[in-house]
């Protein structure tokens, strides 16, 4: 157990919806990291926030925004869904500046129909 | 200078046999190497890391060799088993006062004969 925590583990739901993803960090860690993995591919990086403050952003879509709450959980919210958006989410969160490693949660399944 | 490189993509190893995974990158700044295996349906778990300062590391089974001025690092699975059958990443990341940026190869999918 990874002690990273996302909600909920599937979801389905028709195109042009919206979903909010949830992840609660390991306790004590400051940074919070967003991945999409589609079927048998690489993890291609979203966004990061370090405490409360966006500090990287990646391949993310217009259609996608994310925020760390002052509890330091992080949602991630994907609007006007499309068929193509269907994907593993993971969070993954880690400590802070220094060196350390990245800890994922089980991930959020999305099936968009 | 972003990415990292790894191969094979895919890899099938006899039962016993060393399986040897190879990672390249090419940003200097890079100042962690962490290994991850995953399994279907599962999140990456952290298997090894390194940082530059040593050329390999051991844990068990699994062993990172580093080769900095090369700007390369692979994973070596000793005495491989069914059970090591899954998805590796190599990864590189560089930190500064807000947290770390990570960057990820596109993984190898690792089978392990019986």
């Known amino acids: 157990d990874s002690g990273v925590t996302q909600t909920p583990k599937h979801l389905i739901t028709a195109t042009g919806q919206r979903v909010t993803l949830r992840c609660s960090p390991r306790s004590g860690d400051l940074s919070v990291y967003w991945y999409q993995q589609s079927l048998d591919q690489g993890l291609q990086f979203l966004i990061q926030y370090y405490n409360g403050e966006e500090r990287a952003k990646g391949n993310i879509l217009e259609r996608f925004s994310a925020q760390q709450f002052p509890d330091l959980h992080s949602e991630l919210n994907l609007s006007s869904l499309e068929l193509g958006d269907s994907a593993l989410y993971f969070c993954a969160s880690s400590v802070g500046p220094e060196n350390s490693p990245l800890h994922f949660g089980n991930g959020t399944r999305l099936t968009v129909t | 200078q972003q990415q990292v490189k790894q191969s094979p993509q895919s890899l099938i190893v006899q039962k016993g046999g060393i399986s040897i995974i190879n990672c390249a990158y090419e940003?200097?700044?890079?100042?962690?190497f962490p290994w991850y295996q995953q399994f279907p349906g599962k999140g990456p778990a952290l298997l090894i890391a390194i940082r530059p300062d040593v050329s390999e590391k051991k844990e068990g089974r699994f062993t990172i060799s580093f080769n900095k001025s090369a700007k390369q690092f692979s994973l070596h699975i000793m005495d491989s088993q069914p059970g090591d059958s899954a998805t590796y990443f190599c990864?590189?990341?560089?930190?500064?006062?807000?947290?770390?940026?990570?960057?990820f190869g596109p993984g190898t999918r690792l089978s392990v004969l019986p």
């Open positions: 990864a590189a990341s560089r930190h500064d006062n807000y947290g770390q940026n990570f960057v």
């Open positions: 940003n200097t700044a890079f100042d962690y």
